[in-house]
């Protein structure tokens, strides 16, 4: 079975440019989540899909957005980028079939630089 | 917010050695995940725990869930130089829709072969 892909792995922005980035969770997932990875503050929950719809959502602005699409696959955006937007951001596929099973399987990440 | 403090931050031990490692909240989880991550890598999921108590094996490590539903434990046991890379421990508290980790800050591991 295939892993969590994320496209692109590498991206190279300027201030107040956005970005789209891709997830494409594994096979039979349905929920899909999004974190933002920074030396300073760890891992930090941005949100998560769940049949098209956002369940949750983490403490990040606005400009921080997302979707998922009827097959699972998720985007997520960024507007009006800043320099502290530079971070490694990951996307997490879950089943979420049973309410005590809460695995969560990571991509590779895409690596975000905004200069 | 919830807060995890996950101990200690890095370590450095000999190749042979048991390591151990741990992760305490301020609020109750339901689940508690342990992940490795290589550099430049996304997280790989080693243990999941569902039970207060529960202690499971993956090889040479073993995780444990505390009884306090707060807490949980990590142990490698004959460390190898492929255990080295960053250790995280994530808890979830799945009710009323709730599905988001809070990881803790990561235990950076290196092995002195």
């Known amino acids: 079975k295939a892993g969590v892909t994320q496209t692109p792995r590498y991206l190279i922005k300027t201030r107040g440019q956005q970005v789209t980035l891709s997830c494409s969770p594994i096979s039979g997932h349905r929920s899909v989540s999004w974190y933002q990875q920074t030396p300073g503050q760890g891992l930090q929950f941005l949100f998560e899909y769940f049949s098209e719809t956002q369940r949750n959502k983490g403490n990040f602005p606005g400009r921080f957005s997302g979707r998922q699409f009827s097959n699972s696959r998720s985007e997520m955006n960024v507007s009006t980028l800043e320099l502290g937007d530079s971070a490694l951001y990951l996307c997490?596929?879950?089943?979420?079939?049973?309410?005590?099973?809460?695995?969560?399987?990571f991509g590779p990440g895409t690596r975000l630089t905004v200069l | 917010g919830q807060q995890l403090n996950q101990s200690p931050q890095s370590m450095f031990i000999q190749e042979g050695e048991d390591v151990s490692m741990n992760c305490t909240s301020s609020s109750i989880f339901n689940t508690w995940l342990w992940y490795k991550q290589d550099p430049g890598e996304g997280p790989v999921l080693l243990i999941a725990l569902y039970k207060a108590g529960e202690l499971t094996s993956n090889g040479r490590l073993t995780a444990q869930f505390g009884i306090t539903r707060k807490d949980s434990f990590l142990n490698i046991s004959a460390s190898i130089p492929s255990d080295v890379g960053i250790y995280f421990c994530?808890?979830?508290?799945?009710?009323?829709?709730?599905?988001?980790?809070?990881f803790g800050k990561g235990t950076k591991l290196s092995v002195i072969p």
């Open positions: 994530a808890g979830a508290y799945s009710g009323a829709g709730s599905y988001q980790l809070t």
């Open positions: 997490a596929s879950a089943v979420r079939g049973r309410a005590s099973r809460n695995e969560q399987f």
